[in-house]
């Protein structure tokens, strides 16, 4: 899945229309994840998964309305 696929369903299960700004890569951009571990976990389905942390954001904005006002949001590439 590449990352506006991803745009593409989280706009879904929000209901929006989700806008996007091209910029470029910030230094030291991670080209690919991996992670190895002995943890035991189960996974959800990623459109399950997408709602319940979109749920959680709409419930919790004490934890996220005080970065709005944080330079590395507002400006468009901070690392520059």
């Given at each position: 899945?590449?990352?506006?696929?991803?745009?593409?369903?989280?706009?879904?299960?929000?209901?929006?229309?989700?806008?996007?700004?091209?910029?470029?890569?910030?230094?030291?951009?991670?080209?690919?994840?991996?992670?190895?571990?002995?943890?035991?976990?189960?996974?959800?389905?990623?459109?399950?998964?997408?709602?319940?942390?979109?749920?959680?954001?709409?419930?919790?904005?004490?934890?996220?309305?005080?970065?709005i006002d944080d330079k590395f949001f507002k400006e468009d590439e901070p690392w520059k």
């Open positions: 899945m590449t990352n506006l696929d991803l745009l593409k369903l989280l706009g879904e299960v929000m209901g929006k229309e989700i806008k996007i700004k091209f910029v470029s890569d910030r230094p030291g951009h991670d080209r690919r994840y991996c992670m190895n571990t002995r943890l035991s976990y189960e996974t959800t389905p990623l459109k399950d998964g997408l709602r319940k942390t979109y749920e959680w954001y709409l419930e919790n904005e004490w934890w996220w309305r005080p970065l």
